[in-house]
């Protein structure tokens, strides 16, 4: 019967079908290994209902985790054992058929849809009907694709017979009655070949067990000798994944079997005989078989604590039947001792399941939980977890925990989280049991909460605090390095800790009542609430103060450990670092507890609290058994003085949670807030109402101040146009708001005050008012200045004393800030009326940026004289920067400029461009100022650059309409005058512009360790040993030294972003022009893949044709570039007039891998930009010459001539698509 099925086999093995290649054994090398479609289908919908029907749900659900990590995680896995084909006819032939007809037998085709659970077929083309319409249902399948290719016997009845693992290990048990030992050897091989080895083990050797270990030595090394990398446990194939789950199932039902029959207890020889070859394969060398091999003995072990649990159960029912029969007064005898024989009985059998726990625990386990493969680790974890679940009598033990609490430190993160998540069940139904256990690995499961590398680890183990918690087991210590997660830079810790943080505020409600006086204490107290009037005290109160207490000691405990010095003045000046951080740690905090404490998520509790005066009761002076409400308030609600600007910024960050969802739920992007809040309009009235008061009550604050103003960023201002009878409101908001700007001079509080003024000029019907307000405060500033100008030379460095340069500083800063609000051209210009200061402000201001001259070294007063120039080069930017904007208007409406005018501008702009060429060129290093001052000298002639473009857009237009006849020429406006002011940046600074971009390179590389490309024969060698000196970074902390890496690199990046507008707008570096032109540019392409993608991105608007497409050079671009490539006659020609193009800038090509491009790999890079221009040359080398590349090449060479004309210009192009190519 099995010779006649053979070929039947072989005929369905060989439809073809996507299939891996053979392996070199001798069985498969002539045959075709493709699987026949019809049988991937065919067996999903019969045995996925068989399994549901038999019970197998709950091993699924049981496996589906690590299924899945199988699936996902393993990185070995291959494609190789996608596709396998079946043997499952060979199985059929080896028991009943199923079906009624007896001939239906020898019809194996016909019968395996019957074999799947289909309804009986007619006719032998019954099979090709199911090859076509199946796979339209292929996940359904539970029967797999078989992943052994000669897989037969028990094997083929497991993964492709569709039938339940009960009913395969049962009928196993009936082949084990009738010949033990080839049923022993079948089982054998059933692993060997779910391991993929196609070699056997033969009856003899399972006779002779002393020779286990040489024999699976043997089949070891053939296996390994075929460098199979692919077994079905690791198959990513999603035809095999359901292997796992039935290769456990049928050993779990294996062991259900043996335990209901009696042959795990009378037969000790089949089981001793298993696990001997289980724990053997368990300690190969070889992964596939150590993996599979302990997949089966965790299986197995799984399974006999099942039957140990049941036995349990068994011996504890029969024991109180023994108890309530001997209490009896007629006891009947017989049945006494029956129940007794049974229980003597079960209390043997149990012995033995424990001894053959005990000793696949030994031989597997205790081997393999510290295996090398990560996948085996997370399964005996995962294992060990279900163990002491379900059996927690024997394993809930110290020599069995042991083993969680050690794997708490391995190196996979999944291995790690999956001890978590064993933990955390067991902690909730045991925690009290297993206190030992506890105190010995709480510190460790609180590291992992607090210090773990993957996050979620981090979230698995502030699941498992909060367990622990909740039951007690943490001292105060780790309950407050928990609560800190709160504070956490990764938002999935801080949702995380929600619970756990909130919890602990819960306890601090009931221990701050108790301490009041009880519950009836604190009703008498608050009385009756009035829900609509937020500033009364209520019992929400309580919340708030532990809210704020607790946040102001973790955040206390946080400032200790990890200190951090405020930026310097300077730092500010220069803009390297903002004045106001826009998000701090309690920002933070306070948006992941909006959704999760509703004194947050209502602001207007808060803003209540904060300015209500805690100082006195506005209650009647009732007594209660604590005292008067006054003194209870007083004691026990009022706020410390740290916990106010924590709870300020809390209401910051509710307030603004709250207004976004309420603007974006009227635009339908949200669901609107339902928690009975005020509507849009009420908000932003009562918001406008409550700011002069905080401002009021916390303005002297600056730390206060700086979150208060932060509130008016969140008014819709559209509200106030609406709602014209509250201009009065925002009038006050607006009084308080200017005199927060007046009062401070701090940085964070100007900064956040002209972002409030700022908002406020965005909307037509405020503008007006908030002009008003800031002409008042330019007429303060500039009085001032000129109170200064009227006692000193301002253009003098060190003429002042420490506290009178840090005012002019504070003055210039505040010019800076109102010079960013609105044109301040009329201001600036306006002739002074003080005696012994008539010049305008802006002259003032231009020789005010002298001072950033330095001859000498002063310790205590340059960073001083430093800031004060910085805002003095800020201002004046904006001024010119306004000035630009108007003759821009001028230019497109044809309005005339007078001359007087533009002669004052170019005078200011020279003077203003020579004392910034002073401020940089006296300093021998790059600090702070210098390379603001070279950012300023590129922003001066970048925005004049905008008025050269367009004047010759107005003058190409009135050309046009010229021609057209549509204008008169008489009616043309030249704007000659306007040229002097587009002055390019002289070719002599140059040298000195490449030398400030090498020093902030080479700074940046020194923080980074990154070794830059040598520079071309023409440009100054590497100076090595300013490059090796690394400052004393190594007595840097981590920290510091992340600061200064990005400190350097914005420094960097901030440079090259000037540079190249300034390239782009064709204000420096101008190709053609001389020695130096395109100079710069090849000396910034140089490293431009070396010092990582902020750098690169920036450089990479060098190229000229990917800022016109967009997105890297496009197909005219490209096209244009092998157009003007020129032919191999002329390829000579070519390469002398663009060497030093290709030997420099083709660096820029590196890849990231710090590995220099040799000379002959820079040569060979242009090369296939000629290989279609030699195709095309072939009979037609004349035409191409006459029409496509002499003629261009001679508008070069007189492009080149006229010094940077329309030729110049085309060379740019051609330039810019061999870098884009």
Same mark, same amino acid.
């Given at each position: 019967m099995p010779s006649a099925r053979h070929p039947l086999m072989e005929t369905s093995d060989n439809t073809p079908s996507s299939s891996p290649a053979p392996t070199s054994t001798a069985r498969r090398s002539g045959r075709v290994t493709k699987v026949p479609d019809k049988f991937a289908p065919d067996a999903p919908l019969a045995s996925k209902r068989k399994r549901a029907a038999d019970g197998d749900d709950d091993e699924d659900l049981e496996n589906e985790s690590p299924d899945e990590d199988d699936a996902s995680q393993d990185e070995d896995a291959d494609d190789t054992a996608t596709d396998e084909p079946k043997r499952a006819a060979r199985k059929k032939s080896k028991r009943p058929a199923s079906s009624s007809q007896p001939a239906k037998a020898r019809k194996p085709a016909a019968k395996k849809p019957k074999i799947n659970g289909d309804v009986p077929v007619a006719s032998e083309d019954a099979p090709a009907q199911h090859a076509a319409r199946l796979?339209?249902?292929? &996940?359904?399948?539970?029967?797999?694709?078989?992943?052994? @290719?000669?897989?037969?016997?028990?094997?083929?009845?497991?993964?492709?017979?569709?039938?339940?693992?009960? &009913?395969?290990?049962?009928?196993?048990?009936? &082949?084990?009655?009738?010949?033990?030992t080839a049923a022993v050897t079948e089982l054998v091989n059933c692993i060997l070949q779910s391991a993929g080895c196609d070699q056997h083990v033969t009856a003899d050797d399972i006779r002779d067990p002393e020779n286990c270990q040489n024999r699976l030595a043997d089949l070891q090394n053939v296996y390994a000798d075929e460098g199979i990398t692919d077994y079905p446990l690791i198959s990513r194939a999603k035809s095999t994944r359901p292997f796992r789950d039935l290769l456990i199932g049928f050993f779990k039902?294996?062991?259900?079997?043996?335990?209901?029959?009696?042959?795990?207890?009378?037969?000790?020889?089949?089981?001793?005989?298993?696990?001997r070859w289980v724990a053997s394969m368990s300690s190969s060398t070889l992964r596939p078989f150590r993996h599979t091999a302990t997949t089966v003995a965790l299986a197995m072990e799984a399974a006999l604590v099942e039957v140990a649990k049941k036995l349990d159960d068994s011996i504890t029912k029969m024991t109180q039947q023994v108890e309530t029969e001997k209490g009896r007064k007629g006891k009947n005898k017989e049945k006494l001792a029956a129940i007794e024989r049974n229980l003597e009985e079960a209390g043997k059998n149990r012995e033995i399941c424990q001894e053959q726990i005990a000793d696949f625990f030994e031989t597997v386990f205790?081997? @393999? =939980?510290?295996?090398?493969?990560?996948?085996? @680790?997370?399964?005996?974890?995962?294992?060990?977890?279900?163990?002491?679940?379900?059996?927690?009598?024997?394993?809930? +033990?110290?020599?069995?925990?042991?083993?969680?609490?050690?794997?708490?430190s391995d190196v996979v993160p999944q291995t790690r989280q999956e001890v978590l998540k064993q933990l955390a069940r067991v902690f909730k139904r045991d925690a009290e049991k297993l206190g030992h256990f506890i105190d010995r690995f709480r510190p460790r499961l609180v590291e992992m909460a607090t210090k773990d590398s993957d996050v979620s680890v981090r979230v698995a183990a502030i699941a498992v605090i909060q367990i622990l918690k909740d039951t007690g087991m943490l001292e105060p210590e780790e309950l407050d390095a928990a609560g800190r997660l709160i504070f956490d830079t990764e938002l999935r810790v801080r949702r995380a800790v929600l619970d756990f943080f909130a919890g602990c505020v819960n306890d601090a409600i009931e221990t701050k009542i108790e301490d009041m006086g009880g519950e009836e204490a604190v009703n008498e107290l608050f009385g009756d609430e009035d829900e609509d009037n937020f500033f009364s005290p209520r019992r929400d109160w309580v919340a708030i103060k532990c809210l704020g207490e607790i946040l102001a000691s973790f955040d206390a405990q946080l400032e200790d450990e990890?200190?951090? +010095?405020?930026?310097?003045?300077?730092?500010?000046?220069?803009?390297?670092?903002?004045?106001?951080?826009?998000?701090?740690?309690?920002?933070?905090?306070?948006?992941?507890?909006y959704e999760k404490i509703d004194q947050v998520k209502t602001w207007e509790l808060l803003s209540g609290y904060l300015l209500y005066d805690h100082t006195t009761s506005s209650k009647a002076k009732t007594k209660t058994k604590g005292g008067s409400n006054e003194a209870i308030l007083r004691e026990h609600i009022a706020p410390k003085d740290r916990e106010e600007p924590i709870l300020l910024e809390v209401l910051a960050s509710a307030v603004k949670l709250s207004l976004t969802s309420t603007s974006e739920a009227d635009k339908g992007r949200r669901k609107a807030r339902v928690d009975g809040g005020d509507s849009s309009e009420d908000s932003a009235v009562h918001l406008a109402t409550i700011i002069p008061r905080l401002l009021k009550k916390f303005g002297a604050e600056a730390s206060t101040a700086v979150v208060v103003l932060r509130l008016e960023h969140c008014l819709d201002l559209d509200i106030f146009q609406q709602l014209r009878q509250d201009s009065t409101t925002y009038t006050r908001l607006l009084d308080e708001i200017c005199t927060q700007f007046d009062r401070h001079v701090d940085r964070g509080v100007l900064t956040e005050a002209t972002a409030a003024?700022?908002?406020?000029? &965005? =909307?037509?019907?405020?503008?007006?008012?908030?002009?008003?307000?800031?002409?008042?405060?330019?007429?303060?500033?500039? $009085?001032?200045?000129?109170?200064?100008?009227?006692?000193?030379?301002?253009?003098?460095?060190?003429?002042? $004393?420490?506290?009178?340069?840090?005012?002019?500083?504070?003055?210039?800063?505040k010019m800076s800030k109102l010079a960013s609000i609105a044109d301040c051209i009329d201001v600036l210009e306006a002739d002074g009326l003080v005696d012994g200061s008539e010049a305008p402000a802006i002259e003032l201001l231009v020789r005010i940026v002298v001072r950033g001259k330095l001859d000498t070294v002063d310790e205590v007063l340059d960073d001083l004289e430093d800031e004060a120039v910085s805002f003095a080069i800020k201002c004046s930017q904006f001024y010119f920067m306004w000035k630009v904007r108007s003759l821009i208007g001028s230019v497109q409406t044809g309005a005339d400029i007078p001359g007087s005018e533009i002669e004052r501008l170019n005078n200011l702009r020279a003077a203003y461009h020579k004392n910034l060429v002073w401020t940089l060129s006296s300093r021998g290093t790059n600090d702070e100022l210098r390379l603001f001052a070279t950012g300023g000298l590129c922003d001066l002639h970048v925005v004049f650059a905008t008025l050269r473009q367009v004047v010759d857009q107005q003058q190409q237009q009135q050309a046009a309409a010229a021609a057209d006849g549509s204008a008169s020429n008489s009616n043309r406006k030249t704007y000659g005058l306007l040229e002097p002011l587009f002055e390019t940046i002289q070719p002599n600074l140059i040298g000195e512009l490449i030398e400030i971009y090498d020093a902030a390179e080479r700074a940046y590389a020194r923080c980074v360790k990154k070794t830059l490309n040598e520079p071309a024969e023409d440009e100054d060698p590497l100076d090595d040993e300013a490059f090796s000196d690394d400052e004393d970074d190594d007595d840097l902390s981590p920290t510091e030294k992340k600061g200064k890496e990005l400190k350097t690199e914005r420094a960097l990046c901030e440079l090259a972003g000037k540079f190249v507008l300034a390239i782009l707008a064709k204000m420096v570096d101008g190709s053609g022009g001389g020695a130096t032109g395109g100079k710069l540019k090849r000396r910034m392409l140089r490293n431009q893949n070396k010092l990582g993608n902020n750098l690169k991105e920036t450089l990479a608007y060098l190229d000229e044709g990917r800022l016109r497409s967009g997105v890297g050079i496009g197909a005219k671009a490209k096209k244009r570039a092998k157009g003007k490539q020129p032919a191999a006659g002329n390829a000579k020609a070519a390469a002398g007039k663009k060497s030093a193009l290709s030997e420099e800038i083709i660096v820029a090509d590196d890849d990231e891998s710090d590995e220099e491009v040799m000379p002959e790999q820079r040569e060979q890079e242009p090369e296939p930009e000629q290989e279609p221009e030699e195709e095309l040359e072939e009979g037609t080398v004349e035409d191409l010459r006459r029409r496509e590349l002499l003629d261009e090449e001679d508008e070069a060479d007189e492009g080149d001539d006229d010094g940077g004309g329309g030729g110049g210009d085309r060379m740019d192009e051609d330039e810019d698509s061999v870098i884009g190519d």
């Open positions: 796979p339209s249902r292929p &996940k359904k399948t539970v029967r797999i694709d078989i992943a052994h @290719r000669d897989g037969d016997g028990l094997y083929a009845d497991i993964f492709a017979s569709g039938d339940s693992s009960d &009913k395969v290990a049962t009928e196993w048990y009936h &082949k084990y009655e009738a010949d033990d039902s294996l062991v259900t079997v043996m335990h209901e029959t009696d042959v795990l207890y009378k037969d000790a020889a089949l089981m001793e005989n298993i696990a205790v081997h @393999r =939980y510290r295996d090398i493969d990560p996948k085996i @680790r997370t399964e005996c974890v995962e294992a060990l977890g279900s163990w002491i679940w379900q059996l927690p009598t024997v394993f809930m +033990e110290p020599e069995y925990l042991r083993y969680l609490g050690w794997m708490l990890n200190h951090t +010095e405020k930026p310097s003045g300077l730092d500010v000046a220069v803009e390297m670092v903002q004045a106001v951080a826009p998000e701090t740690r309690i920002s933070l905090a306070a948006q992941a507890l003024l700022l908002h406020a000029r &965005k =909307y037509d019907e405020l503008e007006e008012i908030t002009d008003s307000k800031i002409s008042d405060l330019w007429e303060e500033v500039l $009085n001032a200045l000129r109170n200064f100008d009227k006692t000193c030379d301002l253009g003098i460095r060190y003429n002042l $004393n420490e506290q009178a340069i840090a005012e002019l500083g504070h003055i210039l800063f």
